[in-house]
């Protein structure tokens, strides 16, 4: 439990974890998108740091309190997922998930990553307003070398945004702290021409 500096509950946590995985509640928007994004991901114009999680729009849309469950790794591949009940004032629930995978064989390491997260419609007649956003990233490293890319849509169902994104990096490790690398990122709004 956190406590902020008036002295009032300002966050908290509660995580169980043993052989079967884990399951966390939390109010702090920590639900799989965050984690998986989040955590180093937002790089697109940072290619020293090149990561899976290259998507723009995977973020976690969820501002309630979240319940997570992450499975025990398998042989590089894990999952989680993650729920927010959007309470009886609205039906806006959150539900998100999360993918990932990771190897290495013969000097050569590969990371992919799939994310989507979805927000329900919140019940108000005539309304769309729901959400939906995904982000596919992978990530190929060889000696010195770092290849990635990744595609990413996120779209309001009230016909206001459909977003997507590509983005492909590579990077090439110098040596004596020294990088060089080069990404291309395209977006488009499919709902807006000027975009």
């Given at each position: 439990?956190?406590?902020?500096?008036?002295?009032?509950?300002?966050?908290?946590?509660?995580?169980?974890?043993?052989?079967?995985?884990?399951i966390r509640l939390s109010n702090d928007q920590e639900g799989v998108g965050?984690?998986?994004?989040?955590?180093?991901?937002?790089?697109?114009?940072?290619?020293?740091?090149?990561?899976?999680?290259?998507?723009?729009?995977?973020?976690?849309?969820?501002?309630?309190?979240?319940?997570?469950?992450?499975?025990?790794?398998?042989?590089?591949?894990?999952?989680?997922?993650?729920?927010?009940?959007?309470?009886?004032?609205?039906?806006?629930?959150?539900?998100?998930?999360?993918?990932?995978?990771?190897?290495?064989?013969?000097?050569?390491?590969i990371d992919i990553d799939y994310v989507s997260s979805s927000t329900d419609?919140?019940g108000t007649a005539g309304a769309q307003s729901g959400s939906d956003a995904?982000?596919?990233?992978?990530?190929?490293?060889?000696?010195?070398?770092?290849?990635?890319?990744?595609?990413?849509?996120?779209?309001?169902?009230?016909?206001?945004?459909?977003?997507?994104?590509?983005?492909?990096?590579?990077?090439?490790?110098?040596?004596?702290?020294?990088?060089?690398?080069?990404?291309?990122?395209?977006?488009?709004?499919?709902?807006?021409?000027?975009?």
């Amino acid at each position: 439990v956190g406590l902020n500096e008036g002295g009032s509950q300002d966050d908290q946590k509660l995580t169980i974890a043993g052989d079967f995985g884990s399951i966390r509640l939390s109010n702090d928007q920590e639900g799989v998108g965050d984690g998986a994004i989040n955590a180093g991901g937002l790089v697109n114009d940072e290619t020293t740091s090149l990561t899976a999680g290259l998507g723009k729009y995977g973020t976690s849309m969820s501002t309630g309190t979240m319940v997570t469950y992450t499975a025990p790794s398998m042989n590089g591949l894990s999952a989680a997922v993650s729920f927010a009940d959007a309470g009886t004032a609205t039906r806006s629930d959150v539900t998100e998930m999360r993918v990932a995978y990771s190897t290495a064989m013969d000097g050569t390491t590969i990371d992919i990553d799939y994310v989507s997260s979805s927000t329900d419609d919140n019940g108000t007649a005539g309304a769309q307003s729901g959400s939906d956003a995904t982000s596919l990233g992978m990530k190929i490293g060889m000696g010195a070398f770092t290849f990635a890319a990744n595609a990413a849509t996120k779209s309001a169902n009230n016909n206001a945004t459909d977003y997507s994104s590509t983005t492909v990096g590579a990077s090439y490790n110098m040596g004596n702290g020294m990088t060089i690398g080069v990404y291309q990122n395209d977006g488009d709004d499919d709902k807006e021409a000027t975009y």
